[in-house]
């Protein structure tokens, strides 16, 4: 059994050849996960990660499966697709690199946008649809446990995981500058756009839980204040609520500006000091350049906030290093004790194996000679036996796997013994 | 050297490391720093309470015979006040500042007269030790004050300039510093209120001598409770822009710090 990893990502593939790969629902998942398991034989293991970003299978395949077979499997579950089309665009990793490839996806090492969040929680889903298949077993359930707790490491103790992935992103954080908790923050929205929906979003995500939304056409307004709890106000009105708004997100279309010095001005001298967020992600712009130079006025447009988004992800390329490090690390560890796990195993089992050969031999010339004993007897003679070659296996147990995490020359020869003493003949045991 | 020299001397290492340690987590931003920094604020405070302690014990009076013993002791009220900010409100990004501003005022104890004769009769006063404490605790209080309002105007000033918008995540939220500003100054001004009217009670009593009507202590004792009365006005009434009234913070304290370095005839103990 190895470590396998095939797949194709942003690096590699356009979106065009990525779209064509990708499970959306999970019953396509849940299926591919089936007919790749047929694949790999009742040992083998896998899980599929489909994301926007990549479509990468982890398998842990028998000898005689190749990375080609996967790969075919993997494009025909994909809506039939023939596997020579997109076999240039697939790359794959074996044992180590696989183990470390996987830590570095997982930690947003390999991501678009480096170190975003999303990636931890895809990975998470991928791994849990794949257990529920039941196609997950020894070897990549603690494969996916590590890298789930290596991507946390890495973003607990480096700034990877910090700063704006996106220009809500960024107005949320901004938000979170000027007035900490954004918990009981109100939220003027004028337009219903796209845009302000998602920069809305982050902001009611951070906290701010009272909403009202201002649209030219009402029933937009409507809509998007019922999806984010809110209220809608008539558009005309919308002068009157500022002065009540903490935050105003601002991304009409109308072709000139919407909010004015004085209109602001107003608003300012009944908040009674409370600053101001204006946030203008409209283009043309929504709101006067003027307004910035009232006192507690914070404004602020879709370039100074892209500005916010360049500057935390320049910030994010510098922790990069210091997290992959931490990855690194935890990749050489989890390899080494994954070739301890596979080395010792045969070895260990074949050890038990004899033990219980030797102990069914046993009970079976015990029954012959003391047939008169009754069942309940038998069961505290058996119970007795299984007890002694459980503590007479365990510590040969400990010692192989010792043997085996040592990996020296010394240790080799100790396990050949520890397979000669068992008469397990040393050539055909040893780990692959 | 006195159990009170060695204290203070650690009391003063301390101050420097955690000034240190917690400067460098405001670039590096790293949790191991920043514990650091917090335990070595507590370690500077014990230490200095220490010496504050023992001092009393060695003179068997309340240790503030002169202005660089007082001196010492406003330190001790800055850390004491840094500490409860940073319990209230994550203040860390003020330990640099409240911790330097401590150490500072060590060091400049070291070098404030510090003649000593015979004690004054005066000190064995409960209300005098109360002027003093009173007074003290409200400047830390101010000293801390002045922080936040240095924080503001650095956050008000990225904020509005847009240039290092990373700053702004290494420090608190910018209505966290002028709340806990006004909240210090707010506690801090009635305890300055009751140090002045004790200061009074004495002067008026005879305890002060003649002349203590036109003492320049007295005078700008007042000046400081004027100007943070006009912060207290400025803030709940006025409705002053945070910026103006930030201002008004730096001004006080530097009154503040003055009262420690002009001479006074009346004044004989700090």
Known sequence: MRLLMVGLAHQTAPVEVRERLAFSSSAALAQALLSLKETL??????????????????????????????????????????????????????????????FRVTAGLESMILGEPDIVRQVKTAYAQASDVGTTGPTLNPLFHRALSVAKRARTETQLGRGAFSVGHAAAEMAESIFGSLAGRSILILGAGDMSEATARHLAASGANSVLVANRTFDRAAHLAESLNGRAISYDAFPNHLAQADIVIASTAAPHTIVHKPMVADAVKSRRRRPLFLIDIAVPRDIDADVADLDGVYLYNIDDLRA?????????????????????????????????????????????????????????????RLAHLSPEEWQVIEAAFTSTVNKIAHAPTVKIKDYAADGSEAAENKLDTVREVFGLGAAEERAP | MTGSAIALGTALICYLLGAAVLGANLFLRRPALLWTGRGLAVAAALAHMAAVGLRCIELKHAPFTNPAESLSALAWMVSLAYLAAEVLWRLSAAGPFALGLSFLLVTLA????????????????????????????AFGAFALAFCCAVLYLIEHHILKSKHGLAWLKRLPPLLTVETAAFSLVAFGFPLLTLGVLAGLIVAASGGMGRGWQTDTHALLAYAVWIIYGLYLLARLRANWPPVRTSYVLLVGLALCLLLFFIPSDTHRFG
């Not at chain 1, 809506?79 to 794959?92: S, T």
């Open chain 2, 110 to 137: 070291g070098f404030a007269p510090a003649e000593r004769g015979v004690p004054d009769p005066l000190l064995s006063s409960n209300v005098v030790s109360l002027h003093i404490i009173s007074i003290l605790a």
């Open chain 1, 308 to 368: 916010v988004v360049d500057a935390d992800s320049a910030e994010r390329r510098q922790e990069a290093e210091r997290a992959a490090a931490i990855v690194h690390n935890e990749a050489v560890t989890f390899s080494a004790w994954l070739r301890t796990q596979r080395a010792a195993a045969p070895l260990v089992s074949g050890v038990r194996a004899k033990m219980d050969t030797i102990k069914q031999e046993e009970l079976q010339r015990l029954r012959q």
């Open chain 1, 41 to 102: 034989g009742p040992a083998g293991e896998c899980v599929l990660l489909s994301t926007c970003n990549r479509t990468e299978l982890y398998a842990a395949a028998p000898e005689d499966v190749s990375a080609q077979d996967c790969i075919v499997r993997l494009t025909e579950a994909a809506h039939g697709l023939p596997a020579d089309d997109l076999e240039d665009y697939f790359e794959e990793r074996r044992g180590h690199r696989a183990v470390e490839h996987l």
